[in-house]
């Protein structure tokens, strides 16, 4: 089983980001996908997640109405996309996979893990 993110970097305040991730080893299509980030000195927290088959989204309130995660069955890879980004998306992101049908925003309700990206949003 493997979660490979990837698309962080370095962007300016009020920019945008897509971060990706690609599942391979297990049935992509039988699970949820979440995204995590994990600021320095902080716990790791939910971002959002979208269900098996795309159509349930959920999303922290820091993030709603600025970040859109979604998911493309036929090439096993969610996405996030990131808008008017801020110091406090400043982050590792991490995507995961979920076998739960419900709203899984804890960290354990997660089976798989990728590696994370890191995410630098400079004022």
């Known amino acids: 089983v493997q979660l490979q993110a990837s698309g962080g970097g370095l962007v300016q305040y009020g920019g945008s980001l897509r971060l990706s991730c690609t599942a391979s080893?297990?049935?992509?299509?039988?699970?949820?996908m979440g995204w995590f980030r994990q600021a320095s000195g902080k716990e790791r927290e939910f971002v959002a997640l979208?269900?098996?088959?795309?159509?349930?989204?959920y999303y922290a309130d820091s993030v709603k109405g600025r970040f859109t995660i979604s998911r493309e069955s036929a090439k096993n890879t969610a996405y996030l996309q990131m808008n008017s980004l801020n110091s406090e998306d400043t982050a590792v992101y991490y995507c995961?996979?979920?076998?739960?049908?419900?709203?899984?925003?804890?960290?354990?309700?997660?089976?798989?893990w990728g590696q994370g990206t890191q995410v630098t949003v400079s004022s």
């Open positions: 995961a996979a979920t076998p739960l049908g419900g709203w899984a925003t804890k960290r354990y309700e997660y089976d798989f």
């Open positions: 080893g297990f049935t992509f299509s039988r699970y949820g």
């Open positions: 979208i269900s098996w088959n795309g159509a349930t989204t």
